[in-house]
């Protein structure tokens, strides 16, 4: 049965990710036009780093962010995204979390780490800031669920920006994730 996706913010605005950020003009389509062709509701879930540091911003790594008023920050969103998550779970909607990886934010199973990196990030040639974990939101996003006595639903993240993207594999992702 179709239910409601909970979707990261810039996978249906791609204008609001860092300068140089976008993959795609407005909305990432793959995942849109997936989910639509089966039902799914979509429910868009803020940007945690747009609302905190504005459109004019460098990107960053999860240490970068991860302070006690950004952490703040990322639990005030997660309890009104958790609250409308409650409600459609006690109406019995299945839920899914669609989120971005790489992102130190909105990271499932892989943000963006490094906590060497200070001011503007630059790597050597062939190096990268990727690894596996959740970005700080929805770590947040989780913790405010347990609080609560829910569990984070079933998720995936979207691998678009990764150097080792493949479409097919993250469409069955989906195709998985919904419910076949």
């Known amino acids: ?4 996706a909970f979707v990261a913010h810039c996978l249906l605005n791609q204008n609001a990710k860092v300068d140089g950020g976008a993959r795609t003009a407005g909305i990432y389509s ?3 036009e997936d989910l639509r062709a089966r039902g799914w509701r979509i429910e868009q879930m803020p940007c945690p780093e747009l609302a905190f540091t504005g459109l004019h911003r460098f990107w960053a790594v999860k240490e970068q962010l991860d302070t006690p008023a950004f952490r703040r920050h990322c639990r005030r969103i997660a309890r009104a995204v958790a609250s409308a998550m409650e409600v459609h779970a006690e109406r019995g909607d299945d839920l899914v979390l669609v989120g971005l990886e790489g ?3 909105m990271g499932v199973c892989v943000t963006s780490s490094d906590p060497e990196i200070g001011g503007r990030p630059t790597w050597p040639d062939g190096g990268t800031e990727l690894a596996a974990g959740k970005g700080i939101y929805i770590e947040e996003l989780e913790a405010e669920l347990r609080e609560r006595g829910f569990s984070l639903p079933p998720a995936m993240g979207v691998s678009h920006q990764l150097p080792d993207h493949d479409p097919a594999a993250e469409r069955a992702t989906l195709a998985e994730l919904l419910g076949g």
């Open 103 to 105: 992102s130190p934010s």
């Open 1 to 4: 049965m179709p239910g409601v």
């Open 30 to 32: 793959p995942l849109v």
